[in-house]
C-alpha cells in the first residue's frame, strides 16, 4: 500500500429490479503511476430493498477496515444491472429513481451527481 491508508469516492448502488439493489465500494491506495499501489472493493454479498441497510452496512464496513470515507468528497453512484455489459434486456430503473435516491444521498451526506 502507498500511504497511510486507502480512501474511496463512495458507494456504488447497481439496481437488479424488483426494487432490489446490490452495492459496492470501490477504494484506493494513495500511489498514483507506482506498481506498488493497490486497490479493492468491498460489495455487498446478497441484494436487497433495503437501501439504509446496505448504505449503512458499506459504509460502516469501510470505516472498520480503515478505509477512509471522508478523505474527498463522497458521491452515491447508481448502475443498471447489466449497463457495462450492453446488455439490452437490463431492468428498467424504477419510477422517480433519481428523486428518490436523492434522498438517501442527503440522508448520507453524499454528493449527488445525478
Known sequence: MI???YWTTGPILNYHGDNKWGISLPFKDDGFCNEESTEGEIHSRYISGDLDLLISTILKDAEKLGIDTKKNEQSLYVYQDGTY??????????????????????????????
Open 3 to 5: 500511504g497511510t491508508h
Open 85 to 114: 455489459k450492453n446488455d439490452k434486456n437490463y431492468p428498467e430503473m424504477p419510477e422517480n429513481w433519481r428523486s428518490f435516491l436523492s434522498t438517501y444521498a442527503e440522508k448520507y451526506n453524499l454528493k449527488w451527481i445525478y
